[in-house]
């Protein structure tokens, strides 16, 4: 724990230990190299540049600076601003919200090209065409035909798209506001203050996703000028399910689009799109089960009015993953199914042990009491539960996270248990001692929450690591 508040207070004894980080996050030490190698050629005096993924994102990045500098070379795209800290953090945000930034294998070919690199380094790779595989995989899914499905850089870029093409097209009817249901991923929360005409009044929270008479409320209220509603099933991290039948009915009563990101359990768990307008979600979890590919998908419900329309519309808003990328990815996604199959297996048994330790105050999980049969509505199956279990102690956390024996970091998803004090790592300006315990509190969020990924080592094992750090 020492060493996550040393990153988060950007503690340079901390950081220079580490390698790498989250992608969206940390910059990627092959992107920092070509990125320096690239300014020492190409930059301006007083200029600070980034890669990022295409000249789409190139451009509404520029535009999002008030300023930017667009060239290419050695195959990549970057944006020169002039060098300054304000602006910095501002193009570094965007990137982190939207996952503009060029991938670590997007830098090392373009390396290699330079000839700075001798080869790219060796990985099990899919040898045919990965987009087709990789839809072939997800489309059945949801019933969808391959051009239904659109590939994404990223989860976020996903939900970023998502949210812009429908705020382009409520906009004319004088639709601005958006619902926030529930608590949502930290970057989804951003984009909702950020990027609404005016978040003083456009960002509307309700943060009890079960509490429909609230929802009723709002909209008889704002009803009018809501353009959307944007949730998770399950939420992340306290792992609410709503009732997605009636917040899409009321939504669509009103004229509201709907958001839904399934990405906590992933479509391989649930199926979400009868209930929604468009689905964005993330392959980063679930389907890259080894946790080395960004990527993430969205479909668009054909049943919908305006769906072709909408559909283009979130298209045009898209980067596509790195073809390297899309090929690891494709090399994974096969075994995806199994893999979800056999973390469903573990996951009860986790949380069950969790739920009886006399040290765990509480658990939370897809299966938990206030919203375990709005997940079952949800469901491919009674057994399809995910992966992700949240808990609270009644003992010191720091004691139980620095003794525990599981790999620790912030995705989920993945082969490999993983353990993260999310609050911690999302939202550490919203600790009590940074003055947000409020919002905490407003969100039921306790600051020392913890987030378990359960992976596919056998179920009791899991639990013998987790007991022996508890006693």
């Given at each position: ?214 929802l009723d409320k709002l909209f008889a209220k704002h009803g009018a000028r809501i353009a959307g509603v944007i949730t998770e099933a399950p939420t992340n991290p306290l792992l609410q399910t709503g009732d997605l039948a009636a917040i ?73 993953p790195y073809p390297r990328d899309l090929a690891r990815l494709a090399a994974e996604i096969a075994a995806a199914p199994a893999v979800a199959t056999r973390i469903n297996a573990s996951t009860p048994a986790v949380a069950e042990f ?118």
């Amino acid at each position: 724990m020492a060493a996550v508040i040393g990153y988060e207070e950007r503690d340079p004894h901390v950081l220079a230990r580490m390698a790498a980080g989250y992608p969206r996050f940390t910059v990627h030490p092959l992107v920092r190299e070509l990125t320096d190698q690239v300014a020492a050629q190409h930059a301006r005096p007083g200029e600070q540049l980034w890669p990022v993924l295409t000249m789409r994102a190139a451009g509404v990045l520029a535009q999002h600076l008030g300023q930017g500098r667009i060239f290419e070379t050695d195959g990549v795209v970057f944006v020169a601003h002039r060098t300054d800290p304000a602006l910095a953090q501002r193009a570094k945000l965007w990137l982190q919200h939207t996952g503009g930034l060029l991938s670590s294998r997007g830098a090392e070919d373009a390396l290699v090209r330079r000839g700075a690199r001798a080869h790219a380094a060796e990985e099990a790779t899919f040898s045919g065409d990965a987009t087709v595989e990789v839809k072939r995989v997800l489309t059945p899914l949801f019933r969808a035909s391959a051009d239904q499905l659109v590939l994404a850089s990223s989860g976020m870029s996903a939900v970023h798209a998502a949210f812009r093409a429908i705020t382009a097209e409520q906009a004319p009817r004088g639709r601005t506001a958006w619902v926030q249901l529930g608590w949502l991923y930290l970057d989804t929360i951003a984009l909702l203050k950020k990027f609404t005409p005016d978040p003083t009044r456009d960002h509307l929270v309700q943060l009890d996703v079960t509490n429909l008479g609230a929802l009723d409320k709002l909209f008889a209220k704002h009803g009018a000028r809501i353009a959307g509603v944007i949730t998770e099933a399950p939420t992340n991290p306290l792992l609410q399910t709503g009732d997605l039948a009636a917040i899409a009915a009321l939504a669509w009563k009103h004229g509201a689009r709907v958001i839904v990101d399934p990405s906590m359990a992933s479509p391989f768990n649930v199926d979400v799109l009868p209930h929604a307008d468009v689905v964005t979600f993330s392959l980063t979890k679930y389907a890259s089960h080894a946790g080395d590919v960004m990527a993430g998908a969205v479909i668009v419900n054909s049943a919908r009015a305006g769906a072709h329309d909408l559909r283009a519309a979130v298209a045009a808003q898209l980067d596509a993953p790195y073809p390297r990328d899309l090929a690891r990815l494709a090399a994974e996604i096969a075994a995806a199914p199994a893999v979800a199959t056999r973390i469903n297996a573990s996951t009860p048994a986790v949380a069950e042990f969790l739920t009886r330790h006399p040290a765990v105050a509480r658990v939370w999980w897809s299966h938990q009491e206030a919203t375990r049969a709005n997940y079952a509505r949800l469901a491919r199956s009674t057994d399809a539960c995910g992966a992700v279990i949240s808990f609270t102690l009644r003992k010191p956390f720091v004691d139980f996270y620095d003794r525990v024996a599981l790999a620790k970091g912030p995705s989920f998803g993945m082969s490999t248990t993983l353990l993260c004090p999310y609050v911690y790592l999302a939202h550490y300006d919203l600790l009590p001692h940074c003055g947000g315990g409020d919002a905490l509190a407003r969100a039921g969020l306790a600051p020392e929450l913890l987030r378990l990924s359960v992976g596919t080592e056998p179920a009791e094992e899991i639990i013998a690591t987790l007991a022996a750090a508890l006693a």
